[in-house]
């Protein structure tokens, strides 16, 4: 014997039925149908039926309280009909607004999308381009062409994990393109971004981790130095949005010549655990 199907019914009042409004406007409807009260007014000639009461004071009392009751209950329908509508049209207003989220979030999701991929593609570009420079500039250590701006490149691919070169670092490498010891520039930041790195990292203090990089390690300027304002200019570089000053910084050469002379700013960022190179150039301002 076939067993009769059961069919679960769908829930009127879901958001998503579209009749929803509709039906519960209809089920305002038949709620007022059942709760009328037509028996009140089929009582009131019961009570008048007996004109040999009597008690006629009971009578006129009862009749004044059925009144009143009457009014009372007609009262409360009439309060319960309007908060029934106000009901109603709240609910409307709350899907309207779930649909207008609903919207909102699925736009999101698809601006979202868009970013993503447009952050890809920008990556892309920037590995691209900076393979273009680390090629060109290997091009130029085997050509016997090597300048302080490739020394950057090739420790930022090398160590990128360890060493952050800012952009003010690269430019001031293009200015001094004349200088002419790139060789001793570039084992000066292996030697910083391996062992001088490693010991920091290991929590040495400046003192015991410079040691490896011998007389080419400065880690502060002159007070004189150090309390003018326009040395802290030059040597202010932002990071991480942030101004950060580097008195630190690396040295080779003591002449006033950028053919010979060279300076490394940069800062430890402990809690990174990165070297952050700010400059690589010609010798900042000096108080003398």
């Not at 006129?60 to 319960?80: K, M, P, V």
């Given at each position: 014997?076939?067993?009769?199907?059961?069919?679960?019914?769908?829930?009127?009042?879901?958001?998503?039925?579209?009749?929803?409004?509709?039906?519960?406007?209809?089920?305002?409807?038949?709620?007022?149908?059942?709760?009328?009260?037509?028996?009140?007014?089929?009582?009131?000639?019961?009570?008048?039926?007996?004109?040999?009461?009597?008690?006629?004071?009971?009578?006129?009392?009862?009749?004044?309280?059925?009144?009143a009751?009457t009014?009372?209950?007609?009262?409360?329908?009439?309060?319960?009909?309007?908060?029934?509508e106000?009901?109603?049209?709240?609910?409307?207003?709350?899907?309207?607004?779930?649909?207008?989220?609903?919207?909102?979030?699925?736009?999101?999701?698809?601006?979202?999308?868009?970013?993503?991929?447009?952050?890809?593609?920008i990556?892309?570009k920037?590995?691209?381009?900076?393979?273009?420079?680390?090629?060109?500039?290997?091009?130029?250590?085997?050509?016997?062409r090597?300048?302080?701006?490739?020394?950057?490149?090739?420790?930022?691919?090398?160590?990128?994990?360890?060493?952050?070169?800012?952009?003010?670092?690269?430019?001031?490498?293009?200015?001094?393109?004349?200088f002419?010891?790139?060789?001793?520039?570039?084992?000066?930041?292996?030697?910083?971004?391996?062992?001088?790195?490693?010991?920091?990292?290991?929590?040495?203090?400046?003192?015991?981790?410079?040691?490896?990089?011998?007389?080419?390690?400065?880690?502060?300027?002159?007070?004189?130095?150090?309390?003018?304002?326009?040395?802290?200019?030059?040597?202010?570089?932002?990071?991480n949005?942030?101004?950060?000053?580097?008195?630190?910084?690396?040295?080779?050469?003591?002449s006033?010549?950028?053919?010979?002379?060279?300076?490394?700013?940069?800062?430890?960022?402990?809690?990174?655990?990165?070297?952050?190179?700010?400059w690589?150039?010609?010798?900042?301002?000096?108080?003398?």
């Amino acid at each position: 014997m076939n067993e009769p199907s059961h069919t679960v019914p769908s829930n009127p009042d879901s958001p998503d039925n579209p009749s929803s409004s509709s039906l519960r406007r209809t089920k305002h409807q038949n709620y007022k149908s059942r709760h009328s009260f037509p028996w009140l007014a089929r009582r009131r000639p019961q009570a008048n039926a007996d004109p040999c009461s009597s008690t006629g004071t009971t009578h006129g009392t009862s009749e004044h309280q059925l009144d009143a009751l009457t009014q009372r209950i007609a009262s409360l329908e009439a309060e319960l009909e309007s908060r029934l509508e106000a009901w109603i049209e709240a609910q409307e207003g709350r899907e309207q607004v779930e649909q207008s989220l609903r919207t909102a979030d699925a736009a999101l999701a698809s601006e979202r999308a868009l970013v993503t991929q447009l952050r890809a593609a920008i990556d892309s570009k920037k590995v691209q381009g900076r393979d273009e420079h680390l090629m060109r500039h290997i091009r130029n250590l085997v050509a016997d062409r090597l300048t302080p701006e490739g020394c950057l490149y090739f420790v930022q691919t090398v160590c990128g994990d360890r060493v952050v070169v800012l952009e003010s670092a690269f430019a001031s490498a293009r200015d001094a393109s004349d200088f002419r010891h790139p060789e001793r520039l570039l084992k000066l930041l292996g030697t910083f971004a391996t062992d001088y790195h490693q010991a920091l990292a290991a929590g040495k203090g400046d003192c015991e981790a410079s040691i490896c990089l011998g007389n080419s390690f400065a880690g502060k300027e002159s007070d004189t130095t150090r309390g003018n304002s326009r040395a802290i200019r030059e040597r202010t570089f932002e990071y991480n949005g942030r101004p950060v000053v580097m008195w630190p910084h690396l040295r080779i050469g003591m002449s006033n010549s950028v053919s010979d002379t060279i300076r490394v700013h940069f800062e430890w960022v402990a809690v990174e655990k990165k070297l952050v190179i700010g400059w690589c150039g010609e010798h900042r301002y000096l108080v003398r």
